[in-house]
């Protein structure tokens, strides 16, 4: 199997190259790449990337994750986490490969006192929220081969360039950007890579 992962230097991208690779062979872009475009900034060139390398899957994550940011620069934040997951998932569905997208749990509105589940309504707060809920209503429209993982904070082991995480335990309070208080629930990194798509693709 053939796997062309986005976003391969980030938190659970470097954790990626490693989980996916007892599936098949990895190619691994970054927004530095070349020849081939990793750059979610250039939709066009990152659909380039999938006509060009064929694969088998995409695995998207690389995301715009400046939350605060993102409300200064919204047409930044929706290019890369709306327009290029677009792309990405049509490209996909061009060569009849799957879409593993990695979102978040900011698509939602932050309330309740459970874990969120697939089928609760949505109601991203923010820019950075809205952006990413708009790249997963994207990603569904464009290919029914999608697999969208919405998770929370991603912990241990460490990114090789990054300061060490701590071990996390299940549902913590954390400040949200509007303020209010919110709870997050920590995933392991290796939880949420390649077990997740091999379980779904054998289901």
């Known amino acids: 199997m053939k796997i062309l992962l986005f976003g391969s ?27 081939l475009c990793g750059d979610l900034r250039d939709a066009a060139g990152v659909a380039a990337s999938v006509a060009a390398v064929a694969p088998d899957v995409v695995v998207n994550a690389a995301a715009y994750t400046a939350v605060d940011r993102a409300e200064d620069e919204q047409d930044l934040a929706f290019a890369v986490n709306a327009a290029a997951a677009e792309a990405l998932a049509s490209a996909a569905a061009k060569q009849g490969a799957w879409l593993v997208h990695y979102s978040t749990d900011y698509v939602y509105d932050g309330g309740g006192e459970r874990p969120w589940r697939e ?8 820019v950075y ?9 994207a990603v569904a429209r464009a290919t029914p ?10 912990c241990w082991p460490p990114h090789p360039r990054r300061s060490a995480w701590p071990a ?3 549902w913590r309070p954390a400040a949200s950007p509007t303020g209010t208080a919110m709870r997050n629930c920590c995933w392991r990194k290796r939880r949420c890579v390649a077990g997740r798509f ?6």
């Not at 091999?198 to 289901?203: K, L, M, Q, Y």
């Open 145 to 154: 081969k999608h697999l969208v993982l919405r998770t929370s904070w991603v």
């Open 198 to 203: 091999a379980r779904r693709r054998s289901a």
């Open 168 to 170: 996390c335990t299940t």
């Open 9 to 35: 230097n980030g938190q659970v991208g470097w954790q990626l190259r490693r989980s996916l690779a007892v599936l098949g062979e990895v190619i691994a872009l970054d927004r530095g790449s070349r020849p």
């Open 119 to 126: 089928t609760d309504a949505t109601g991203p707060l923010g």
């Open 129 to 137: 929220g809205r952006s990413k809920l708009a790249g997963d209503e």
